[in-house]
Each structure stands twice: as structure tokens, then as C-alpha cells.
């Protein structure tokens, strides 16, 4: 159980959340046009190494099973290990058979704003290396205000996480 956790435990940052690319890594600073403060059409790479989990079974101490919980919270840095935000989220187990599922919704806090995220990961029961993932982004705060795209996840170490944020709008 704790294995699956682990994975999980990072979220869409789940979020937050942890990928590089070859798209340069964007600041968080807001691109504003006659709308008001919206991210548009920008790539923003963090880091996320998970700080804390807690996972809620249905049976303790049993097989996994449709319903478990992982609640989990994540530090980001930029590319240049600065600290600049954290994610929050949750993560319900909704398939225990062909690798398993889970959905999960996930915050991410970064200067200037929040930017929330859902999705499916698949395959986090599979033995070897975590899957990766991509969520969609649902809305956001502050800068990220309306914010869209998708948030794509790779495990590139245990606990550590890249995460490619894709705004657009």
C-alpha cells in the first residue's frame, strides 16, 4: 500500500504538480492583456519534491480498493531550486485491477496565484517506475485567473517530481 501511495502522493501535482522540457522555463510573472491578469500561452517547468502524505484506505491493512484516499503536499522550485510555491491535493483510487486508476484534483500555489488541475493517472499500481501523467487545468486564481491547458507530470526521482505547466487561454 505504501508503495502506491508514494506514487500518487506527488499529484497531477498533482498536483503541481514534478518535468523538463525543451520549452525554456518560464517565470510565473502574468502576461495581462484588456481582460485583466491571465497566464496565456506559456510554459512554466517546476520541481516538486513531496513533503508530506497520508493515505486513507477502505480496508487497512488490506489489498488496495476502489474509494482509498491520498491526500498529499508537494514543495516547488524553479529549475534553479528556489522555492517558489507548494500543491495540495487529493487522490481517490477508482479502478484496483490492469495497473489501477485514480482521479485527482490538485492546487497549485505560485506567485501571484493558484492554478487548479483534475485528471486520471493510470497505471500507479504497476510495479517499476511511476507512470506519467497528464490533467487538465480547470481554473486558477489571481495571475492564473481563468486560467486552461494541461499540467504533464514525471517522476524523475523517488519523491521528486517535474512538472510542465502548458497555459493557454
Known sequence: MTHRIAR??????AALITLLTAAPA????PTTG??????????????????QQSSFPVNPGGAPAQGDRTVFRSVLS??????????GGTCTTTRTDNGGAEECTVTYTLPGGQITAQGMVFGQLNPGPPPSFDNAITGG???FDRARGSIHADTI????RRFTIDLDR
Open 8 to 13: 500518487a502522493g506527488l499529484g497531477t501535482a
Open 26 to 29: 518560464a517565470t510565473a510573472a
Open 34 to 51: 484588456s481582460a485583466g491578469p491571465v497566464a496565456r500561452d506559456r510554459v512554466i517547468t517546476l520541481i516538486g519534491k513531496l513533503a
Open 78 to 87: 524553479d529549475l534553479d531550486g528556489n522555492q517558489i510555491g507548494e500543491t
Open 141 to 143: 486564481t489571481g495571475d
Open 157 to 160: 526521482a523517488p519523491g521528486t
